[in-house]
């Protein structure tokens, strides 16, 4: 069974950083490309950044150059560090392994001057 259990989140002001982190268990880790989605109030879920297997990320626009995303197979954990926050970042984040249509509970992140 699929387990995912995101953390980080908060509040913070405009130009700060947070970093996530997304504990996944239930699944051969190692092998799977693990995502990071988001969704604002009144927004769809969208897609924020993926890791492969391998370690090869790849972020959307919007994110791109501030956000990093990063794994450690042996704690079974995927992180996003997330720098220069923008009110517009202000969303509840979830993790999930990128061929697995299953979701964690999210962590919220606000940011608000």
């Known amino acids: 069974q699929v387990q995912l259990v995101e953390s980080g989140g908060g509040l913070v002001q405009p130009g700060g950083s947070l970093r996530l982190s997304c504990a996944a268990s239930?699944?051969?880790?190692?092998?799977?490309?693990m995502s990071w989605h988001r969704q604002a109030p009144g927004k769809q879920r969208e897609w924020v950044a993926t890791?492969?297997?391998?370690?090869?990320?790849a972020y959307a626009d919007s994110v791109k150059g501030r956000f990093t995303i990063s794994r450690d197979n042996a704690k079974k954990t995927v992180y996003l560090q997330m720098n220069s926050l923008t009110p517009e970042d202000t969303a509840v984040y979830y993790c999930?392994?990128?061929?697995?249509?299953?979701w964690g509970q999210g962590t919220q992140v606000t940011v608000s001057s």
């Open positions: 999930r392994p990128t061929s697995v249509m299953t």
């Open positions: 239930g699944f051969p880790f190692s092998s799977y490309a």
């Open positions: 890791i492969t297997s391998s370690g090869g990320a």
